[in-house]
Structures are given as structure tokens and as C-alpha cells.
């Protein structure tokens, strides 16, 4: 029950090649075809040179009876003596589990025995370069035990206390100091962390990634950027000082480490490091925000806008009361009700009271409260930083944009938590002491909004949620299974990346940690946070309605109606999703007629179960969860999927740099409370208030830094495959499907040019702000470099 095997054909004059594209070669192979062998449904592939190869499609010419039949291969294939049999490959033709033709049926089920590391005789111990091992494992790789006990960090996963998705396996050994912790590699071997071989970057994606990467590794920039920063005692005296880093670019010291290297460094990766003249200086490019104008991010107009449409837009919601009141237990945190008053909002409400204002639904938050109170005592005594909890509100003005009313700042008791939370409360300002105080008011809440930013709305509700789909989809959908080629797409180096930033972003003593005000507590907290996140929650209309922004309305195109018409995220972002959902229900509804055939899908079933039970393991008794017993739910749920890893990744990434590039604009951190009367600091802000803003916010190495790996971040690489793209035209043979594609390609192309109109039309003033900044970030195509516009089909940096 094998199927019928041809005679083997050889590669022959393999080193006679004919270049296609920089890095690939052609070669043709005669095989012997006899009619018994019917539709070839499958190869097998021997290598046996001593070097690996990329194997990227094999296509048979005039089959007789068939025609042409492609291979999608996009897989790495080494040496004969490291596999126990042979690698194969399967045509494009997709089946379903119970339509699979009876010679290839074993072939299927063998293929995801050896991906799910269960062949007899497989080593379960630490898995090598060449293995295409998919399993699960706790974040339990992020501290460092054995260097120092400050580095040790609590594993994430497999707790109630601390529950987390779960990240691929390496294997790695134990730590000496705690045998829960898992070894880690040294920096230099940082690319060599184990991840399934066919989700190691693309050789194009990993020369862009080091080129630009290399300026962003803490490690190296260190020893160079703190050199630098001893001789400015670490602070910029001016806003100037700032802008020179963009417009000048910085100076290294004679004798540095660069000096020592750069002799060695590749001509064209020494471009991307220093300017031509060769003489050592980092210049970073001029993030969009003071592009055109250098002061309006300090508008308070800016301030509100950059909620709706830059790059965190996603967790302002409808204030639906006041006083605004806090989940936090009581009985742990005492009284956490805020103390922003009638009086405080309503003067400021263009002749509404407070109440008409609640009712007619003008009113929002942008709540960083509960989410810091917990961990405030321990990061205001524990690290150097010093910040607060805090409070938004805002009013939604005639003219459609967001203005700030009051910003409620609060620490913990000084008595302890149980006695509650102690809260100061500010309104705008727009000169004196009193407008530099209220700048300083919306610094704090920056703060806030860049850490939440980057742990939650990012790192954690994007990269590290999608990475147990990747690992489940791999272990239990075989390749020629419909949804598998539907969502392969969509995982395309998350694994990797996901991988490297445990190594030198989110580990203990990290990039992240560094420049991040949460500071060790980083990844602990994105934890707790984890404990809310749910699954259906995800899908773009479901969190609008959950945040009150918008609100169903059978009506409306899409199924809401927008609380905020000029939201620039939310109106492109439901034309992307509708965009989405309809491709994928024309796609599920060719290879589904019936529900019966979703819940008779073995292969389906075997993946849904495990991704609930094993890749998200600490939600897997949750009620929300699809059961996975209907067209609808398999619909929902791959769009969902698709939504998270395109979309909103995009949405939330590649702002970055636009924005963030800038530190002042979104400081990580701050070093020093508000000043009070009477203090040498409230004399400083009132006589020289833009030293006192640069010396409470982030600091000059931090700012080095950051921005040096949000400018990696946020740059599209020159392999990158964007929504409605495919790696080759011959991904299926299904027409059908391929028709369904051919028309999302229409759509995105349609959304696309009403983008475009929209930033062209002055009456939707949210779209480019004070800072002529246009909304980009949901554009479905891009092109490599700091674009700001884009949607990658992955979470692939």
C-alpha cells in the first residue's frame, strides 16, 4: 500500500547550472515514466553530497495523461546518512485526510510521524541543524542562572501563575543553578539557535537581517555606545542634541571595537553601518515625526491622534462612566477608584455636561492602570526607574479628532498596596511651568503606552500567540492538506525570529530590559496579561465591539458601525478582515460542503485539539474556545489566525521607527517622578523645561539603543512575501482556490487605492495629523527598507 516506484534518475553535471535568480539554479533530470504508475503523486530525494541544499520545486513535464505536475518543495534537504529513509515530497494536489488516494495515504501519515519527532530510534535530547523536529516547550531558555542570580527569571508556561503560550523546543540541557531553566548558547552561536530547518530565514532575509542587525545587538553596540555616552555623562542637554543623531550622525571614539573590526566588515554592510567617509559614524535615518515638522508631536492634537492611528492604536476604548472604577482585587490593592471628577472633564466638553457626553458616547480612555499597579512597587524600587499607573481621558471633539482632558497619574500607598493606590490628576496647559508639567503628565502615559506597546500589543498578542499555531499546524496537517496550504503562508519565519529575540531581545539582561521601564519584570508581566487573552477576542470586529468602539449594526458593511468614524486602524483594518474572511470562506467552503466532513477530518480535529491543549495548554479548559464542529468555527478560526499574523502584526510593527525613532515622541522609560514645588527639579522645569523633560525620560544609551532595534524592526525585508502574495503561482491545483485567491488579490488591490484616497482627503484629519505623517501601515503592499507601509503575510520580524 505503497504506491509504484519509478527507477531512480541522477542528477547529472550538477555543476553545470543554469542561474535563474541570484542564489538559484536550474537543472533538468530525465525520469523513466511508465503508464502503471498512474498520477505521480509524490517523490523521493536522496542526497548524497556532503553539503545540504534548498530544494525549491520539481516539476514534471508532459506526464502522460497528466500533463505538467508541479512540486512545492520550499525545503531543505541534507545529507542521506542524517535521515533514518528518505525525504519526500508531495505534488500540489490537495486532499483531505479521507480523500487522500490509498498509495499516498501512508506516505502522509509517515511524514508527520518524523515532523512530530515520533520515528522510532528519533533522539529526544538536544535537536541539531538538520532536524525538522516540531514540539512544544515552557519559556524557560529567557534567564541566565548560572552567570548571575540577578539574570534568573521565572519560567512562563505551564502554570497558573504564570501561564504563556508555548515556543518550540530546542532541547537544550539544563542550567547548573535550576534544573527547570533550560541552557543557553553563547551570543557568537545566537543564529544557531535550534529552530525546524525549513523555518531558518531564507538566505536573502538573513543577509538583510544581519546587514541591519548587527548596528541593533546590544552586545556589539555596547562597548561603542557606552564609550560615547561616558563623555556626555549619558544625557542629551537639547532637543538639538537629539535631532543630531539623525541629521549628523554619531562619532565613535578613536580605539574602539570598531575600529578593530571594521577592516573585516563586507564593503556593502559597511555602508549600512557608518557614513562613506569611513570614519566611524552611526547615523540613523529621520523618523517621519519630525520629518516634516519638529514640534507638533508635542501638540496635544498629535498626542490623541497617534491612539487612533499610530503605532499602538489598538487598546483605547469607550469611557463608559465616571468615576472609572478598577478590576484589581480590593481585598490585595485596597481602593483603586480613579479621582478624576465631574469637574475635572467638564469645562472642557464643548458646552455638553458630563453626562450628555457619556450618553452620546464622546468620551474615551486610554487605561494603563491596572495593568502597572501590581508591579509599580517593584519596579520603582527595585530598578532605576521611576513611573506611574495611569489614566487617559479624552473627548471626541466635532471635527472628528481626540482631545486630552485630564491624565490621572498614581503610585502605590507608601504604606502598602492593601491601602490603595495614590493619585495626582492633570489638565491641560499650554505655557509656564504649568504646560511644561502637563508635557512631563503625557511623557508618563507615553511611557506607559511604548512598554505595553511592545510586551503586549506586539511581542505578546502577535509573535508569541501565533507561534503554537505554527507548531501544532506542522505536527498534525500534512502539507497536501487544504488547510495546511491555506495557512503555511502566514508562519513563514516567525519560528526564527520568535527564537532570536529569546536570545538577545526579551531574555534577562536583554535588549528589551534594558530599554523598557517594566525592566526585568518585562516578560512576567506580558504574562499576567496573558491570563485575559482569548482567542475569538482577536478577530478585529469582536475587539472593536469588546472595546465600545464600535457597535454591531446589521447595516454597515461590515457588520459595525464605528463609534469613531475617522479611526484611521479600525476603517482600514475592517477592510482588510472582510478582505480576509471572504477569501478564506471560499477557500474552506471548495474543499467543506458539509460540517459533517470538518468533524470527520482526522487530520483537523488531531490539530485543533492539540493547539488547545498543548500549544495554548494553560487556556485549554476555557469556554471560549471554538469546538472546531462546523464550517463557521474553521472559518472564524483561520481568519482569526490569518488577521493576527498579516495585519495586525503589520498595524503594530512597523510604525515603529515612524513613530517611536524618535524617543521624545515615545519615551521607554523614565528615571525621576514629577517635580514638586519647592524642589530643585520643579525649578529646573520652570526655568529650563526641555533639559528637565530629556532628564526624566529615557536616557541616552537607552535611547542608542532603542532605537537602533525598533529601526530593525520596523524595516520590510527584500524577500518579504506581502498579503495576497505567494511564493509561487503553482501553490495548488485546485482552480477553484486559485480563482478565490485571484479575487483577494482584486480586493486588496481596490483597498489599496481608497487608502490612498482617504490620506488625500482633508476631511479625515486622524489620517496624517500635525505631523503629515499619512496611515500607511494597513497598505497591503510594500516594498524592503523603513517604508511604513505594508502587510507581510508573517510575523516575520
Excluded at 52 to 60: D, H, P, V
Excluded at 177 to 188: A, C, F, T
Aim: hydrophobic fraction near 35%; include cysteine.
Amino acid at each position: 500500500m505503497q504506491g509504484k516506484r519509478g527507477s531512480p534518475a541522477y542528477l547529472e553535471d550538477w555543476i553545470t547550472t543554469n542561474k535563474i535568480v541570484a542564489g538559484e539554479s536550474t537543472f533538468d533530470i530525465t525520469f523513466d515514466y511508465d503508464e502503471e504508475l498512474g498520477f505521480p503523486g509524490a517523490f523521493s530525494i536522496q542526497n548524497s553530497h556532503h553539503s545540504e541544499f534548498f530544494l525549491k520545486t520539481l516539476t514534471l513535464d508532459d506526464v502522460p495523461g497528466h500533463g505538467p505536475v508541479h512540486f512545492e518543495c520550499d525545503s531543505w534537504v541534507y545529507n542521506s546518512h542524517k535521515y533514518k529513509t528518505d525525504r519526500i515530497f508531495f505534488s500540489n494536489q490537495a486532499y483531505l485526510p479521507s480523500e487522500t488516494p490509498e498509495p499516498l495515504r501512508l506516505h502522509r501519515e509517515e511524514e508527520l510521524v518524523k515532523l512530530r519527532g515520533e520515528e522510532e530510534g528519533s533522539n529526544p535530547g538536544e535537536l541539531q541543524e538538520w532536524d525538522r523536529i516540531y514540539d512544544y516547550a515552557y519559556y524557560n531558555d529567557l534567564g541566565d542562572p548560572d552567570k548571575s542570580s540577578d539574570l534568573a527569571r521565572p519560567v512562563l508556561g505551564g502554570s497558573k501563575e504564570y501561564p504563556y503560550p508555548r515556543r518550540g523546543r530546542t532541547g537544550r540541557p539544563p542550567t547548573d543553578s535550576d534544573p527547570n531553566s533550560e541552557g543557553r548558547i553563547p551570543l557568537l552561536r545566537s543564529l544557531n539557535i535550534y529552530v525546524p530547518r525549513d523555518e531558518r530565514f531564507g538566505h536573502l532575509k538573513l543577509s538583510d537581517f544581519l546587514a541591519f542587525g548587527l548596528k541593533s545587538i546590544a552586545q556589539f553596540l555596547l562597548p561603542e555606545l557606552e564609550s560615547f555616552c561616558d563623555a556626555t555623562q549619558n544625557e542629551f542637554d537639547s532637543f538639538q542634541d537629539v535631532f543630531d543623531i539623525y541629521e549628523g550622525g554619531l562619532k565613535l571614539p578613536k580605539g574602539s571595537l570598531f575600529d578593530d573590526i571594521k577592516d573585516n566588515i563586507p564593503l556593502e554592510l559597511l555602508k549600512q553601518l557608518i557614513q562613506t567617509d569611513g570614519e566611524g559614524y552611526f547615523k540613523y535615518p529621520m523618523p517621519q515625526v519630525i520629518k516634516e515638522d519638529k514640534s507638533a508631536w508635542r501638540t496635544d492634537d498629535e498626542f490623541g491622534r497617534e491612539m487612533l492611528a499610530g503605532v499602538n492604536p489598538v487598546l483605547i476604548s469607550l469611557l463608559q462612566d465616571l468615576p472609572i472604577t478598577s478590576k484589581l482585587d480590593p481585598g490585595v490593592y485596597g481602593n483603586q477608584t480613579s479621582t478624576i471628577t465631574t469637574d475635572h472633564v467638564e469645562p472642557l466638553l464643548e458646552g455638553l455636561t458630563t453626562a450628555e457626553a457619556l450618553k452620546s458616547n464622546r468620551l474615551f480612555i486610554l487605561n494603563h492602570h491596572d495593568t502597572l499597579m501590581p508591579y509599580l512597587r517593584r519596579i520603582n524600587s527595585s530598578t532605576n526607574i521611576k513611573t506611574y499607573a495611569s489614566r487617559t481621558v479624552l473627548f471626541l471633539k466635532k471635527d472628528g479628532t481626540l482631545k486630552p482632558l485630564v491624565i490621572e497619574l498614581s503610585l502605590p500607598h507608601p504604606d502598602g498596596d492593601q491601602f490603595g493606590a495614590v493619585s495626582k490628576v492633570y489638565t491641560p496647559a499650554e505655557s509656564g511651568v504649568e504646560g511644561s508639567i502637563w508635557q512631563l503628565a503625557k511623557a508618563y502615559v507615553a511611557v506607559n503606552d511604548s512598554g505595553v506597546h511592545q510586551l503586549i500589543s506586539h511581542w505578546l498578542n502577535t509573535h508569541a500567540v501565533i507561534e503554537p499555531f505554527v507548531i501544532a499546524t506542522n505536527r498534525q496537517l500534512s502539507v497536501i492538506h487544504p488547510i495546511h496550504k491555506l495557512l503555511q503562508p502566514h508562519y513563514r519565519d516567525t519560528m526564527n525570529v520568535n527564537a532570536f529575540a529569546r536570545q538577545i531581545l526579551i531574555n534577562g539582561g536583554g535588549i528589551l530590559e534594558l530599554t523598557v521601564f517594566p525592566a526585568k519584570y518585562s516578560m512576567e508581566m506580558s504574562s499576567i496579561i496573558y491570563k485575559d487573552w482569548n482567542f475569538p477576542d482577536q478577530a478585529l470586529p469582536a475587539d472593536l465591539i469588546k472595546r465600545g468602539m464600535a457597535v454591531e449594526d446589521s447595516s454597515s458593511p461590515h457588520g459595525v458601525r464605528l463609534l469613531i468614524e475617522d479611526y484611521p486602524y479600525a476603517v482600514d483594518g475592517l477592510e482588510i478582515w472582510a478582505s480576509i474572511k471572504s477569501w478564506v470562506e471560499e477557500y474552506c467552503n471548495f474543499y467543506y460542503k458539509t460540517d459533517e466532513m470538518v468533524q470527520k477530518d482526522v487530520e483537523l480535529q488531531a490539530w485543533w485539539k492539540e493547539l488547545r491543549e498543548k500549544g495554548h495548554g494553560d487556556k485549554k479548559d476555557e469556554p471560549w474556545w471554538p469546538k472546531m464542529q462546523s464550517v463557521k468555527e474553521l472559518i472564524d478560526s483561520c481568519s482569526i489566525i490569518i488577521w493576527v499574523a498579516s495585519a495586525l502584526h503589520a498595524a503594530v510593527n512597523f510604525g515603529q521607527y515612524p513613530y517611536a525613532g524618535y524617543l521624545p515622541n515615545r519615551p521607554t522609560l523614565s528615571r525621576r517622578f514629577m517635580p514638586e514645588p519647592g524642589t530643585p527639579e520643579y525649578e529646573e522645569l520652570r526655568t529650563n523645561p526641555d533639559v528637565a523633560y530629556l532628564r526624566t525620560i529615557t536616557a541616552q544609551l537607552q535611547t542608542l539603543l532603542g532605537i537602533s532595534i525598533i529601526e530593525l524592526l520596523s524595516r520590510h525585508a527584500s524577500d518579504t512575501q506581502y498579503l495576497g502574495q505567494r511564493g509561487s503561482p503553482d501553490w495548488t491545483k485546485d482552480p477553484e482556490p486559485l480563482e478565490a485567491f485571484n479575487k483577494f488579490c482584486t480586493k486588496l488591490n481596490a483597498i489599496e487605492q481608497k487608502i490612498v484616497q482617504m490620506n488625500n482627503d482633508s476631511r479625515w484629519r486622524n489620517r496624517s495629523g500635525p505631523v503629515k505623517i499619512p496611515y500607511t501601515l494597513l497598505y497591503p503592499t510594500g516594498e524592503a527598507g523603513l517604508t511604513g507601509k505594508g502587510i507581510p503575510n508573517s510575523v516575520s520580524i
